[in-house]
């Protein structure tokens, strides 16, 4: 900086003239100098806050544009492969989440396999099942049915089971009536199930009877197994030294020739529904279904398909079946005319399984309450006060009053010490055999080993009046039984399985 005074040069940094001492004027000192720094430092980062806000202002507008672009580029390219639209309509996504975006993506995946199901529906399969994140809703379900209808109709003459399981699969998705047909090509290929005589088990009603016996024994022996634990159950061995699935298949076959044998037997008797009676069973079947919520045949017919494997009309078929066979029941059951003497001796000989009886209790436990069993000392207290309340209730006190005041049971309260029960039901033992050998009004002290002494009075029994009703019902399905099985030993109703039908099936696939 020049001196005003001299002329002589400064630095900026001086007060004064080095020359001549005068005061320079617009110097900035030392002080001055210091601040400059902390200045520059202020601008740089005003001017940092505004670029980063014109980047993010210039983003929220460019994105969408961005987007847009990529978008219309894939839709340029969706005639082609789909490779490069599925690419490119990701890339939008990047930019914008839009559903429309996601739609189309999911719009191609399902062009893609559409296009290829009929030459290659495993595929197609694959393909599909890589757009399932961009599928909204159902809108993926009817080409899933497809493709398992493609599927379906390549193996239904090469390996029929196998056809209808993947039908089966389609019809999880979607119901379609080329689905119905491919089974029930795969059923023709395979053929009858069996023969009863002149009669044939069609692979409809052996489908049938199979998945109602796979559940019987499921719901015995497998109710908490689960995924490879159920496959691998139907491998092994029962105690007959045949497989579960072997034991299943077998079932089937002669729940389904005894089905046969009692509609012959029908026939012979001419026995049959009527136009009214089949007409009010269907509307009886049909309202189930709506209760539910099911009301077109399209959705009925799924529903039967995927559980049974069977359509709708064979599903109804079968049943007006069986209601045949509750007539000839009903027929055959008039023909028994079973005298009162006869009901009067089973029941005497079958008290204890048709009788029920009513006793009031009090409970005194031999456990405290972390369910250890008492200490000698204390079960001996137990006891003696169970024979104290004994005394009691043979003195006129009203037990009900003394069952609240001291019994142990938990339900108390509510029923007042009573309970109802047969001898099959669950109890212990000693209180069973005590109630169906006493007389009304017996009371005494019982002992549940290892858990309670009862003070215990009989209150009410069954009689042969009233299970009388229940009496005939056993004897008749008795004799009916005595009937059939000897209708199943007739040489015209001799079994001639078809093999090649039953292993064609696997219980996996039901």
Known sequence: MRCKNCGAG???????CSKCGAKLENSKGIKDRKAEPGKKLIIILVTGVLIIAIGVIAAAYYKPIIAWTYFKMAQANQDSEGDKAIELAKKAIQFNESDSYRKFIGDVYRNKAEKLMEKDPDSALDILNK?????????SSSTYAKIYLAKAQKAVDSDPALSISLAKQGLEYSYLKELDAVIKKAYENVGYAAKVGNEIITMPEYMFFLY???MQVEENFLSNAKGEAKEAFWKTKNSQGITWEQFVKDRAVEVARRFKIQLVVAKERNIS???????KFDEKLESQYERIGVKTDEEKNRIVMKKFGITLPELKEIYHGYETIKKLIDAENKKFNFLNDDL?????????DLDKVTVRDILLMLRDSSGNPLSKELAADVKKTSETLLNRIKAGEDMISLAKKFSQDTGVEKN?????????DSNFKEIKDWAFNAKIGDTAVVEAKNYGYYVIRLEKRTGFEDVKGKVLSIMNEKKYEE?????????RFKLEENKKAKDSIKLADI
């Open 344 to 352: 009067k001796k089973y029941y005497d000989e079958n008290k204890k």
């Open 131 to 139: 757009g399932k994140d961009y599928y909204k809703g159902d809108e």
């Open 416 to 424: 007042n010490g009573e309970h109802t029960f047969s001898y099959a």
């Open 273 to 279: 529904l009527n136009q009214d009676e089949i007409k």
């Open 483 to 491: 009937l059939v099985q000897a209708w199943m030993k007739e040489d």
């Open 10 to 16: 400064n630095s900026k940094a001086l007060e004064s």
């Open 212 to 214: 109602d016996t796979k």
